[in-house]
């Protein structure tokens, strides 16, 4: 049963803007802290934003001042907004549901995770 979708990946230049959305099954919106996380080519998977279930955020410093993560109730949609984009910036991009917000940037906290979309910053 898939319970995270993400969606809204693809190409852009350096400098230029995206917004990831990640739909979540009614269960898992309600209740779970929604994070976001990117693996670049050859990398660890790394933490990139979350927020939580009143809508409180955390960013990373990579990309703190430049994204913006929302969450729309109606849509049991969370959103990913990353403008000023770098090509450091090209990897996939996962979202991921945790029951707690304590330790967000490690990945073991997050019990559900999407199959992830793709982006590509090109410079």
């Known amino acids: 049963q898939v319970q995270l979708v993400e969606s809204g990946g693809g190409l852009v230049q350096a400098g230029g803007s995206l917004r990831l959305s990640c739909t979540a099954s009614?269960?898992?919106?309600?209740?779970?802290?929604i994070g976001w996380f990117r693996q670049a080519p050859g990398k660890e998977r790394e933490f990139v934003a979350v927020i939580g279930v009143r809508g409180g955020t955390f960013y990373a410093d990579s990309v703190k001042g430049r994204s913006t993560c929302s969450r729309d109730n109606a849509k049991n949609t969370v959103w990913l907004q990353v403008n000023s984009l770098l090509p450091e910036d090209t990897a996939i991009y996962y979202c991921a549901a945790a029951s707690y917000l304590n330790e967000y940037k490690l990945r073991s906290r997050y019990s559900y995770w999407g199959q992830g979309t793709q982006v590509t910053v090109s410079s």
């Open positions: 009614e269960r898992i919106f309600r209740n779970y802290n």
